[in-house]
C-alpha cells in the first residue's frame, strides 16, 4: 500500500434563525426571542485521506433530538460520500438558540405554541438538514493536502454546579470541591505549507452564561472563543462542548453581557496560545556556530519533507443505558393529580405564564408517565451511537447528552492517545448522564432534567460505569 495524503476543507454558514423564535433550555422564559446578540453559525470540517473520511460539525444550537441527529448524519454521509457513522455533529448547547430538540419538553411542540410558531420551526429544521448537509459539501470540495498538530492547556473558568445545601438538597450552585475538567484541547490544522486551515478545540462547561432574562439570540461563550481565536489566528475555528452535564462557567446565569465576554475570551486566548505553540511541519532543531562581534550559538527549524499524517480512523458503538423502573399505577395517577392541581392553583392565583409554565411542562410528562404505565411498560432504556475518530495521536470522541464531567475524566484516563478531546451533545441529546451520587441524592440533572427531556424516569446508577466500559471499547476500536 501506498503513502496516503490526509486533505482537510472547512466552511461555515449563519444558521440564526427569525427573531421571535422561542429559544430552549430555560425552562421560565417561554416567550419570544426579540433580537439577535451575534449569529448562530454552523462549521463543519472534512478529514480524509484516500481510505478514511470523517466529517466534525460545529452547530450552535442547544442540542437535537436523537431522530433529527441522524437524519442530518445519513444526509451529510450521503452528500460526501462517507458513512453516516463517520459524521459527528456536534451542539454547543448554547440555550439562547431554537427549539431543535423536539423530542424533549420546552419546546412549541408540546407547550404552549403560538399560532404558526410549530410550522415556522418545522420549516426551520427541514430547511436545516439541507443546509447542514450542503455546508458539509462545501467543506468537502475545498479539501487540499494537510498537516494537524495538536496541544493541550487550561482555563479555570469552570467548576463544578452540584452544590449541596445545609437542607440536603442538591442545587445547581458552585461546588468548588466537586471535580472539574480545565483543559483546553487544540488540534491545528495546516495546508502543507504550514497555513492554517482550521482549529478544532473545545471545553467542558455549560455555555450557559447568560440567564433567563436574555431574550436575545446568541451563541453563548462558544461564540466567543471562536471569535477570539479566528482574529488572532486566521484559523476557522470549531467548538465541541465536553462532557458539562455537572459544570457551570464562574460566571452562570447572568443578566451582564461583559461576563459573557470575559469567560469566551479566557478560553479563547488560551486555544489562541496553543495554536501558535503548535508546529505542524515535520523538522528539526539544528544548531549552528557563527561569529559576528561575539560568537554565537544559532539554532533553526530544518523542515523537511515527510509524510501528512500516520492513521486516520473512525469508529462507533451501541451503547444502552437503562432506565430506573417506572411507577405503578396508583403512583402514576398520584403524580398527575398533584401536577394538575398545582397548576389550577398557579392559575387562579394569577401567576404569571412565564412563571407557571415549568408547571405546565410537569403535567405535560406526568401525562406521558401515565399513558406508557396504562400500556403495561414498566421499564424503559435509552440506546443511541458513541463515536470517534482518530488523527495520529488526536482523539476525539463523542455521546449524545449530557454526560458528567466524570465520564469525559475517565474516557482521558483510558486513552493511550497523546490528547484526547471528550464531547458531550454530539449526535444527540436525550438526558443527563449522572454519577451514582447524584442519581442517589437528587438533584436538576436527575429530577427537573428527567421531566424536560421527557424520559419516564431517571437513568440507573451504574450509568457512568457503563458509558465509560462502551468508551474503552470505542478507544480500542481506535487503537486508542
Known amino acids: 500500500m501506498g503513502e496516503l495524503t490526509l486533505t482537510a476543507g472547512v466552511a461555515r454558514i449563519d ?59 445519513q444526509a451529510i454521509g450521503d452528500r460526501v460520500q462517507t458513512h453516516a457513522h463517520n459524521v459527528m455533529v456536534g451542539c454547543t448547547h448554547t440555550h439562547n438558540g431554537p427549539c431543535t430538540s423536539r423530542g424533549n ?46 496541544g493541550r492547556g487550561r482555563a479555570a473558568v469552570s467548576i463544578n454546579r452540584e452544590e449541596l445545601a445545609g437542607d440536603g438538597r442538591v442545587l ?161 395517577k398520584s403524580a398527575l393529580d398533584e401536577a394538575t392541581k398545582t397548576l389550577i392553583d398557579m392559575k387562579s392565583r394569577q401567576v404569571p405564564p412565564d412563571d407557571r409554565y415549568p408547571a405546565l411542562l410537569v403535567k405535560v410528562w406526568a401525562e406521558r408517565v401515565l399513558d406508557k404505565v396504562k400500556a403495561g411498560q414498566t421499564e424503559a432504556s435509552l440506546s443511541f451511537d458513541i463515536t470517534g475518530f482518530r488523527l495520529d495521536d488526536f482523539v476525539l470522541v463523542g455521546m449524545p447528552g449530557e454526560p458528567f464531567v466524570e465520564i469525559g475524566l475517565a474516557v482521558k484516563e483510558l486513552s493511550q492517545a497523546k490528547h484526547t478531546m471528550f464531547a458531550g451533545y454530539c449526535n444527540g441529546t436525550m438526558a443527563y448522564w449522572p454519577t451514582p451520587d447524584t442519581v442517589a441524592n437528587g438533584g436538576m440533572a436527575v429530577e427537573a432534567a428527567v421531566k424536560t427531556y421527557g424520559n419516564p424516569t431517571p437513568p440507573v446508577s451504574e450509568t457512568v460505569a457503563l458509558l465509560v466500559t462502551q468508551f474503552s471499547q470505542l478507544l480500542k476500536d481506535l487503537d486508542a
Open 15 to 73: 444558521i440564526t434563525p427569525p427573531v421571535g423564535f422561542r429559544m430552549q433550555g430555560l425552562m421560565r422564559r417561554s416567550g419570544p426571542s426579540v433580537g439577535v446578540e451575534s449569529p448562530l453559525h454552523a462549521t463543519a470540517l472534512v478529514l480524509a485521506d484516500e481510505e478514511t473520511k470523517v466529517v466534525v460539525v460545529d452547530c450552535d444550537l442547544i442540542g437535537l433530538d436523537l431522530p433529527l441527529a441522524n437524519t442530518i448524519r
Open 105 to 150: 419538553l420546552g419546546g412549541p411542540h408540546h407547550a404552549a405554541p403560538r399560532p404558526g410558531e410549530i410550522e415556522a420551526l418545522d420549516e426551520y429544521i427541514d430547511d436545516l438538514v439541507v443546509r447542514l448537509a450542503r455546508l458539509a459539501g462545501d467543506a468537502d470540495d475545498k479539501r487540499s493536502p494537510a498537516r494537524s498538530a495538536t
Open 172 to 332: 445547581v450552585g458552585r461546588n468548588p470541591d466537586g471535580p472539574t475538567d480545565q483543559t483546553v484541547d487544540v488540534m491545528r490544522i495546516d495546508n502543507l505549507e504550514g497555513h492554517p486551515i482550521a482549529v478544532l478545540t473545545g471545553y467542558a462547561a455549560h455555555p450557559v452564561v447568560m440567564g433567563m432574562n436574555d431574550l436575545l439570540i446568541s451563541p453563548d461563550f462558544p461564540g466567543v472563543v471562536r471569535r477570539t481565536v479566528e482574529k488572532v489566528t486566521g484559523a476557522t475555528c470549531l467548538y465541541m462542548t465536553g462532557a458539562a452535564g455537572n459544570q457551570a462557567t464562574i460566571s452562570f446565569l447572568q443578566d451582564d453581557w461583559g461576563e459573557q465576554e470575559r469567560i469566551g475570551g479566557i478560553v479563547g486566548s488560551e486555544a489562541a496560545r496553543l495554536f501558535f505553540e503548535i508546529e505542524t511541519r515535520p523538522h528539526e532543531v539544528v544548531r549552528d556556530v557563527g561569529a559576528s562581534l561575539a560568537n554565537l550559538a544559532l539554532y533553526h527549524k530544518s523542515f523537511r519533507d515527510g509524510p501528512t499524517h500516520r492513521i486516520l480512523k473512525a469508529a462507533r458503538r451501541e451503547a444502552t443505558v437503562p432506565l430506573q423502573p417506572l411507577p405503578s399505577l396508583e403512583e402514576a
